[in-house]
């Protein structure tokens, strides 16, 4: 008996295009696919689309909705425009007999402050992107993880104590000569640390080496993620607006944040004050202004939906957490590369499987504000990353790292104390390697 094919895929020769007993449910769903619309360029997948079209389809939605954001401008020009002057200026300043003049003033100035953030904070994350991940990186980090390699083996050929007794922390300031290499001393190694790529902690593949881009064909630090929409990866990318035509990441979270934080007063100020002044003014002149009426249900409407958008991204911000993070919680397991396991061998690292829902870079409710908005209250107003994170490394939790060093510490002894292989992988247990190069 033939197997049935798989959903989507092509037909072969011979086969019937067609298993409905019914053929003008057939004819239906034929005339169905043919008939173009406006999902045929909307990035939902399906089997019979390879990655190569997805792709495609994904980019030309991201170029069609780098539109969007001339129209967020209308909107919010046209609010100013009714708000401002057709109501504060024209009913409240001038036709009011002066008797709410101080309020019209008091209500132009607030309103054109918050629609001119929204406009900058907008034209901010359109045009400074969100941060792409750069091959240097990459290539940076090969060239720590091959000079640690080889201060592993220098390590290995220096004895723990010295002539004079010291211990072999002292004794390796000394330069090491053999007829086929000279090696730097670990005093000039320890010297270069502080400039290394390679981080305490990173997350990474099974084999211990960083996230590797089949798709960019670069490595990938952490947090950093592909887009199918631009075809790069992104650091620290969170998700990508269609509002702003933009992909979310490092660069552009924060006046992004502040983008929403400002529509959300823009649209409650409008709300709150013209809701007011339209019932007074109905009861007062009989009457009601119909843009009045158009404004505040729009302001109405944006304030709500605003409310719950404002509100799930300060629990991000709080959580130091991404959109795809908080997301992928119940689900995700990392790898982790953690150092400082051996102190008598720096180069020694473990790599060793996570727990569900872990966050490694939740480093405190205070500390993970201060991580996005900025050190000082006066730098969480300016629409710009005023942090000093470059996107390729992140503060870890360090009770979780410590946990989990002192976890692996205990299993390396273990294992050594039994005679067993380090690189031997039991449930959750570490492996520990000596890393040399990237895949070698």
């Not at 904070?121 to 720590?144: A, L, R, S």
């Amino acid at each position: 008996m033939q197997a049935a094919a798989p959903i989507g895929a092509p037909y072969q020769d011979g086969e019937a295009q067609a298993t409905f007993d019914d053929a003008p449910a057939a004819a239906y769903l034929e005339k169905k696919e043919r008939k173009w619309n406006i999902r045929s360029i909307l990035p939902r997948r399906s089997s019979a689309l390879t990655d190569d079209e997805w792709r495609l389809r994904r980019r030309l939605r991201y170029r069609i909705y780098r539109c969007v954001p001339l129209i967020d401008a209308g909107i919010v020009g046209y609010v100013t425009y009714v708000y401002s002057y057709l109501f504060a200026y024209r009913h409240l300043v001038q036709l009011d007999d002066g008797r709410r003049r101080k309020q019209g003033i008091a209500f132009m100035v607030v309103s054109l402050y918050l629609a001119v953030s929204i406009l900058t904070c907008g034209v901010i994350v359109y045009v400074i992107g969100p941060g792409f991940v750069q091959k240097e990186w990459g290539e940076k980090f090969e060239t720590d993880l091959h000079n640690r390699g080889i201060a592993a083996e220098v390590e290995s050929s220096i004895p723990h104590k010295n002539e004079a007794g010291l211990d072999s922390t002292n004794a390796n300031s000394a330069t090491v000569e053999d007829s086929s290499t000279k090696v730097v001393s670990n005093s000039t190694i320890g010297q270069e640390k502080s400039s290394s790529a390679i981080q305490e902690a990173f997350i990474c593949e099974s084999d211990g080496h960083p996230l590797w881009c089949s798709r960019c064909q670069l490595l990938r630090p952490d947090r950093a993620h592909h887009s199918s929409e631009v075809d790069r990866c992104v650091l620290k990318m969170d998700h990508y607006c269609p509002w702003l035509g933009s992909i979310i990441g490092l660069r552009n979270y924060k006046p992004f944040y502040l983008f929403v934080a400002y529509s959300l007063l823009f649209a409650t100020f409008t709300f709150a004050t013209l809701t007011a002044y339209t019932i007074i003014y109905a009861q007062e002149q009989k009457h009601v202004v119909a843009q009045f009426v158009l404004v505040d249900a729009l302001s109405g409407i944006f304030m709500v939906m605003l409310v719950a958008f404002s509100g799930v991204h300060t629990f991000y911000v709080f959580r130091n957490q991404t959109t795809i993070e908080y997301i992928s919680r119940h689900y995700r397991i990392y790898f982790i590369n953690i150092g400082g396991i051996d102190p008598q061998r720096p180069a020694l690292r473990a790599i060793c499987e996570t727990e569900i829902g872990e966050r490694f870079w939740n480093v405190g409710t205070w500390e993970n504000w201060k991580s996005v908005m900025g050190r000082y209250v006066w730098e969480w107003l300016l629409p710009w990353n005023t942090t000093d994170n470059t996107g390729y490394s992140f503060r870890y939790n360090r009770a979780l790292l410590k946990r989990l060093q002192i976890q692996l510490q205990k299993q390396k002894e273990e294992r050594t104390a039994t005679g067993g292989d380090e690189r031997t992988v039991t449930g959750r247990s570490g492996t520990f390697v000596v890393m040399h190069g990237y895949r070698v």
